[in-house]
């Protein structure tokens, strides 16, 4: 079946009746995406619930200067930028594949038709929406009481499969420091 993956990781969250899955698995899209492509630009509105079956994606936003990343998704990873997904406004934040990326998507009316029919889509979805200001709020924190050497050391603790994945660039934009500073914390001894 072209979608296990899809199904299969929403199975672990919660197990919806087949009406459910079956809503969502007839009208996901599958899109690819190269490297450097955009599944969202800013002031664009996210329509979209997006998975992930290959690759790997950054949620970011750019103040001019430069980009404040706010979290990287690879497979099997659900999101959207749920900002504008969940209020239908445009987005100052937008996500970027990293690298050639396949994801199935599901769009925002769909979802919002079987969380009103269904129960068990609401909560799936409810399930899904609280993951990101929990792990904002994770983010914030480290971001304001830790010190780059700890958040980098943080990333390689919580993300190690990441790390051969993204660039340097991107890790210092993650982590908030300079690439200098990156190179020097890198080549310490822990």
């Known amino acids: ?7 299969q990781s929403i199975e672990k969250i919660l ?8 809503g969502l698995v007839s009208n996901l899209e599958s899109k690819t995406y190269r490297k450097g492509d955009f599944l969202l630009k800013a002031d664009e509105t996210c329509r979209y619930f997006y998975f992930i079956e290959k690759g790997l994606v950054k ?6 200067d430069k980009d404040f990343i706010m979290t ?7 999101f959207a930028e749920l900002s504008g997904f969940l209020t239908g406004n445009p987005s100052k934040y937008m996500i970027v594949a990293l690298e050639p990326t396949e ?3 599901v769009h925002r009316d769909v979802v919002e ?14 399930k899904l929406y ?3 200001p929990v792990n904002m709020m994770g983010r914030i924190s480290e971001m304001l009481e ?16 990441l790390i051969q994945r993204i660039s340097l660039g991107d890790l210092a934009d993650y982590i908030g420091i300079t690439q200098v500073s990156l190179s020097r914390i890198r080549a310490q001894k822990l």
């Open 1 to 7: 079946m072209l979608h296990t993956h899809f199904v």
């Open 15 to 22: 197990k919806p009746e087949q009406a459910v899955i079956d």
């Open 59 to 64: 949620l970011f936003f750019d103040n001019g």
């Open 72 to 78: 990287f998704f690879a497979e099997n990873a659900f």
């Open 103 to 105: 994801v199935f998507r």
């Open 113 to 126: 038709g079987l969380c009103k029919k269904y129960h068990t889509a609401e909560t799936l979805f409810s």
């Open 130 to 132: 609280s993951k990101a």
């Open 146 to 161: 830790d010190d780059g050497k700890k958040r980098y050391h943080n990333f390689l603790k919580q993300r190690p499969d």
